[in-house]
């Protein structure tokens, strides 16, 4: 699937193909339009399964029930052979008329029984009722806006912003999180008046009127009692279906290959279900950085392991200078995340139409620095280890950071909130030196502190890493890490599948302890304890490397002119929101090699990439 786009109230041909026409995705297999003077459906359609009859908008035989919807539904067969006991009639082989029979069969709770990723909207006729879906995780998006009694729609925010009523207008709460967190957190966007549906949400537009409430809320009741063993056996298990479920497609499938645990656990399990080689491919770069060179010797290595046709894409630094302006605009939004995904997928579109990928286990198992700094840091607050003499004992509670006690001294507080929101790119003092005095106006009473503290506030579980994990997989995960996976690959028409985040593995990781998920300083430990026998060893136990691009090594070197010019006075000027003299202060540092101010300085970078691109 593309994505999906619509409005209620009366028919705007123009409107509407206009709309359509910004789902980003280059050269769809179908598109396709519905109207009836209540609701206006469109949507652009990368076909996957049912390739000549899966054509949406789709409709039940009486014309009363209308579906467009983005995504796969992986246990569809299964719900569609149900639902014949029932007696319902199939006209083609695609989920997405199993929906609309489910729907008939179970009413809007039907979404209980989907095994997916999808945004949903449902026209029921009759009734004169919309109703949108977003799936469990967010894997993908879907966003709204309600403008002079009509409800909009869409995959995407680009096709939201150019109806002729919307304002297009910076929000500047969102703006202010932004320079902390990346990305704009949800529900919110950059633009006012526009939303996201959260992960699990459903929304119902009728009489003019919205109501939302969550179908599906992830809870972490940690089963003490269970053992390492039965842990690891339930977590393959687990992983294992969700990998042969998200094998349905009539067109081929591929696999990111990173030459990590992930990544690699996930081509293990695949090469079980394929009748014939696999396709994985990796990212490489021209320039020699340490450990990245590790990445495609481990890479390689799984190919030849599992006998896969295995492709590299090396990419150089002049690369992002020229993409960066696409990359930013498949967001619509400011973003400073990770971005590797839009040059593996220039490769992956050349030989497959689907990947699966590793994304997730890190956010259910442990493995970044504020999920390894959890328990160190409950641990020396707990045992008052800032303001005495550390035994060995202590030492062992500290993991990681048992050689590093100044820098736990510096971060820890009892709240973890506190501790999480240091990690920020602009902390809270930060920003408000950034800023201009026009800023400063806009985003006075605005705290990113306070919104880290609102996450950690509905925790529901006391474990000091799963209270981190429970955040990281509510809000990193699907305004951060799910979103460049999605837009980034579907920038290059690459649908992909991440097997980690199934909602029966999410939920099973949810009841287990953190310190099995952590345990000392090994990072993912009951993953690794799971993949053992079908990984290498060296392969399990290597070093963590994120598949992130070396931004930061190429800020001081080949992309030194760029950030200058990006960030140069008479650009800045444009929209008087920094202070230039702080702005001057962060690249002179960093380019004299006084600090490292990568982070702060990409993140400036990227806002104005895209402040250009959405406000001149």
Not at 435 to 441: D, G, R
Request: aromatic share 12%; glycine share 6%; charged share 25%.
């Amino acid at each position: 699937m593309c994505g999906i786009v619509g409005f209620t109230g009366k028919p705007d041909r123009n409107l509407l193909e206009s709309m359509n026409k910004l789902i980003h995705y280059r050269g769809p297999d179908d598109e396709g339009y519905y109207s009836d003077g209540e609701i206006n459906l469109a949507m652009r359609r990368l076909s996957i399964i049912d390739l000549s009859t899966g054509h949406q908008p789709m409709t039940n035989e009486n014309k009363d029930i209308w579906v467009v919807y983005n995504g796969e539904i992986y246990n569809f067969k299964d719900i569609r052979d149900e639902l014949i006991k029932f007696g319902h009639i199939f006209a083609t082989m695609c989920d997405t008329e199993t929906i609309i029979h489910a729907y008939e069969q179970w009413g809007e709770d039907f979404v209980h029984h989907l095994n997916g990723m999808f945004a949903i909207a449902i026209w029921n006729k009759n009734k004169k009722r919309l109703i949108l879906y977003r799936d469990r995780m967010g894997i993908k998006p879907l966003y709204y806006s309600q403008l002079n009694g009509r409800l909009l729609f869409s995959s995407e925010i680009k096709s939201l912003i150019i109806n002729p009523d919307y304002r297009k207008e910076i929000d500047f709460e969102s703006l202010h999180h932004y320079f902390s967190c990346k990305n704009v957190p949800g529900p919110k966007t950059i633009f006012k008046n526009i939303f996201s549906l959260y992960p699990g949400e459903k929304l119902v537009f009728e009489n003019n009127c919205i109501k939302k409430d969550f179908y599906w809320k992830l809870s972490f009741n940690e089963e003490i009692n269970i053992t390492e063993q039965e842990a690891s056996e339930r977590i393959l298990s687990l992983l294992d279906d969700s990998v042969k479920i998200r094998m349905v497609s009539d067109v081929p499938i591929g696999a990111y290959l990173s030459g990590g645990l992930d990544s690699s656990s996930v081509v293990a399990l695949l090469s079980r279900y394929t009748n014939g080689n696999i396709k994985t491919f990796s990212l490489g770069y021209e320039d020699d950085f340490k450990n990245k060179a590790a990445d495609l010797h481990f890479a390689r290595k799984v190919s030849k392991l599992f006998g896969t046709d295995h492709y590299e894409y090396i990419m150089s630094a002049d690369e992002i200078p020229q993409d960066i302006t696409e990359i930013i605009s498949s967001f619509s939004e400011p973003f400073s995340g990770v971005m590797s995904t839009f040059y593996l997928s220039k490769l992956i579109c050349k030989h497959v139409k689907v990947a699966l990928s590793g994304d997730g286990a890190d956010e259910l198992f442990g493995s970044y620095l504020p999920h390894r700094l959890a328990n160190p840091v409950y641990n020396f607050v707990k045992y008052n280890m800032g303001n005495r003499q550390l035994t060995e004992q202590d030492l062992e509670l500290l993991g990681n950071f048992k050689d590093n006690i100044e820098y736990l001294k510096k971060i820890s507080n009892k709240d973890d909130w506190v501790w999480r929101s240091k990690l920020a790119v602009f902390n809270e003092t930060e920003k408000q030196n950034l800023y201009s005095e026009y800023l400063k106006n806009q985003i006075n009473g605005f705290d990113t502190d306070q919104l880290y503290k609102s996450y950690f506030d509905k925790s529901t579980t006391t474990d000091p890493l799963n209270r981190i994990l429970e955040c990281d997989l509510k809000a990193l995960l699907p305004d951060q890490v799910l979103a460049f996976v999605d837009r980034l690959s579907m920038a290059h028409s690459i649908e992909v599948r991440p097997p980690f985040l199934d909602y029966r593995l999410v939920e099973f990781s949810a009841k287990l302890p953190g310190n099995i998920k952590i345990k000392g300083m090994r990072v993912k430990h009951i993953l690794k304890e799971a993949v053992k026998g079908i990984l290498p060893d060296d392969l399990i136990d290597r070093p963590k490397e994120g598949f992130v691009l070396p931004v930061n090594q190429w800020i001081l070197s080949k992309l030194d002119k760029f950030i200058m010019d990006t960030l140069s006075p008479d650009k800045l000027k444009k929209h008087n929101f920094f202070d230039l003299n702080i702005v001057n202060s962060l690249l002179k540092s960093h380019f004299n090699r006084q600090a490292d101010h990568s982070a702060k300085l990409w993140n400036l970078v990227c806002f104005q990439v895209w402040f250009e691109t959405y406000f001149e």
